[in-house]
């Protein structure tokens, strides 16, 4: 949690930038609902003769020519795409900060792919990653076991 409220701290500018933006674009197609409410029900016409296409999406139970129905496809999408931008970009600016932390995590020593084309776990693997994390657990209780948690 420590690290979460510091990264949080470090790039809440960021933070108050993105919403901002995709707030203002998702107030701004909402600008938009008014003069394009006419050939919406036109595509609106489209998406409900679509069959268990628009039952797939969700648009037999909502239309598109409504403000809800706009609202619920278009940005949500909007805030959608916005949401994984910002995550993308916060995961590009915290994975340098923890580049030291790798030769730790069984990505570095172990390699996935090689679970499914072998279809086993390699045994030294293991007990490597079994054993750090005996040591981490140990190290915690040591470090930790004395100190009142609850307060």
Not at 64 to 89: C, K, Q, R, V
Not at 105 to 117: K, L, M, Q, W
């Amino acid at each position: 949690m420590t690290l979460y409220r510091h990264e949080m701290k470090m790039n809440l500018k960021s933070l108050i930038i993105w919403t901002l933006c995709v707030g203002g674009m998702c107030f701004g197609c909402i600008l938009l609902y008014t003069s394009l409410e006419d050939s919406l029900q036109e595509i609106a016409d489209v998406y409900a003769n679509m069959g268990a296409m628009s039952t797939a999406l969700g648009m037999d139970k909502m239309s598109l020519a409504t403000l809800t129905g706009f609202y619920a496809t278009e940005i949500a999408m909007m805030h959608g795409l916005g949401g994984a931008m910002f995550a993308a970009d916060m995961m590009c600016r915290i994975i340098p900060t923890i580049e030291n932390v790798k030769y730790l995590t069984p990505f570095y020593y172990s390699n996935g792919a090689d679970i499914f084309t072998n279809g086993e776990i390699d045994g030294v693997m293991m007990a490597i990653g079994i054993g750090m994390l005996c040591a981490a657990f140990v190290a915690a209780f040591l470090k930790y076991g004395k100190k009142d948690l609850a307060a």
